[in-house]
């Protein structure tokens, strides 16, 4: 935008640009049950989910796959939810052998979230 306030208010400091954001719910079967509004590219993910009253919708021990940077899981733990995300290398320098089979259960789980995302984008839904 050619307005700086504009401009401002729409630059996402993870994107390194302006941006849109959405929220976009996907079934375990990949498809695609909620996709929100639109929200400029400065507000929080957890705000978002938060003002939508999508974790009203959460039934006790349902999991919630996310990226790294989504910090809900204070959020989740109130309503008996998980939240399920890749393991974070730390200083150990690399994953044990179990966070390396959870890591792959949950990428091979990304991909068909990543192409529904993909499917939103394109297809305008």
Same mark, same amino acid.
Not at 85 to 93: M, N, Q, R, S
């Given at each position: $935008?050619?307005?700086?306030? *504009?401009?401002?208010?729409?630059?996402?400091?993870?994107?390194? @640009?302006?941006?849109?954001? =959405? *929220?976009?719910?996907?079934? $375990?079967?990949?498809?695609?049950?909620?996709?929100?509004?639109?929200?400029?590219? =400065?507000?929080?993910?957890?705000? /978002?989910?938060?003002? *939508?009253? /999508?974790?009203?919708?959460?039934? #006790?021990?349902?999991? &919630?796959?996310?990226? !790294?940077?989504? $910090?809900?899981?204070?959020?989740? %733990?109130?309503?008996? =939810?998980?939240? &399920?995300? $890749?393991?974070?290398?730390? %200083?150990?320098?690399?994953?044990? %052998?179990?966070? @390396?089979?959870? @890591? %792959? #259960? /949950?990428? @091979?789980?990304?991909?068909? &979230? #990543?192409?529904?995302?993909?499917?939103? !984008?394109?297809?305008?839904?």
């Amino acid at each position: $935008p050619t307005s700086l306030v *504009l401009n401002s208010e729409m630059f996402s400091h993870y994107k390194s @640009n302006t941006t849109l954001k =959405c *929220l976009v719910g996907i079934t $375990p079967w990949g498809a695609v049950s909620f996709v929100s509004n639109l929200y400029s590219g =400065c507000i929080s993910d957890k705000h /978002i989910t938060e003002v *939508l009253g /999508i974790l009203d919708l959460l039934s #006790e021990e349902d999991g &919630v796959m996310a990226d !790294k940077g989504f $910090p809900l899981a204070d959020i989740l %733990a109130t309503k008996g =939810c998980s939240l &399920v995300i $890749p393991h974070f290398l730390a %200083a150990k320098g690399q994953f044990s %052998a179990e966070e @390396n089979s959870q @890591n %792959a #259960e /949950i990428t @091979n789980v990304r991909v068909h &979230v #990543e192409q529904a995302i993909r499917r939103v !984008k394109e297809f305008h839904i």
